[in-house]
């Protein structure tokens, strides 16, 4: 008890620490703010490696006035989907008010698929349900992104980017046929 002063209310000699000492209260925060950062890098590496999310790069540009008449894309209905390899799809979209081209897509099962899509008005969004598939669509630039499909099903895709009246109205079917194996 040999600081009555303080304990009075009146402001007493100032608490000496060693140099380095950090308030306790301090050092949980401290502690804390590192294992939220450890654990964000695990969500990024977990999310990036094992559930395969991408960023979709600047892959290209196109001039949306034209893109829709232009190979590839001018093919987009008669031949939706191209094999570029055994099991290897590739498929060139295009999303407009309020709908996308082509929307009925089917793959046999464990084929991998790119998307190259692309907006020819305002911007738009393709969420394929179940799949690493997430993009935004931007009018001018080709938004790439590729997924395997191991398993069979149907998996809806909608517009996730508001884009005008008909936006509820804008999705389509991604069939992964079941092999003959
Ligand atoms: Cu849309």
Redesign the pocket.
């Known amino acids: 008890m040999t600081d009555e002063t303080s304990s009075a209310g009146s402001p007493g000699p100032a608490e000496t620490h060693e140099e380095g000492w950090i308030d306790p209260t301090e050092r949980n925060w401290f502690r804390f703010s590192i294992v939220l950062l450890v654990a964000f890098a695990v969500a990024v590496g977990v999310a990036g490696f094992a559930l395969g999310f991408q960023v979709p790069g600047d892959e290209a540009r196109v001039d949306p006035r034209t893109v829709a008449d232009e190979a590839p894309w001018s093919d987009r209905i008669d031949n939706p989907v191209r094999e570029v390899a055994p099991g290897e799809y590739v498929v060139y979209m295009i999303?407009r008010?309020?709908r996308y081209e082509p929307n009925t897509i089917t793959v046999p099962e464990g084929s991998t698929i790119t998307f190259y899509v692309t907006s020819i008005d305002v911007q738009?969004?393709l969420k394929i349900q179940d799949t690493n598939i997430n993009l935004q669509i931007v009018p001018g630039q080709v938004s790439k992104l590729t997924t395997t499909l191991d398993k069979a099903g149907t998996y809806p895709f909608i517009?996730h980017?508001f884009?005008g009246l008909g936006?509820a109205g804008?999705f389509g079917t991604l069939t992964v046929e079941a092999g003959e194996g």
């Open positions: 999303a008010q309020f738009h969004g517009c980017e884009c936006h804008m």
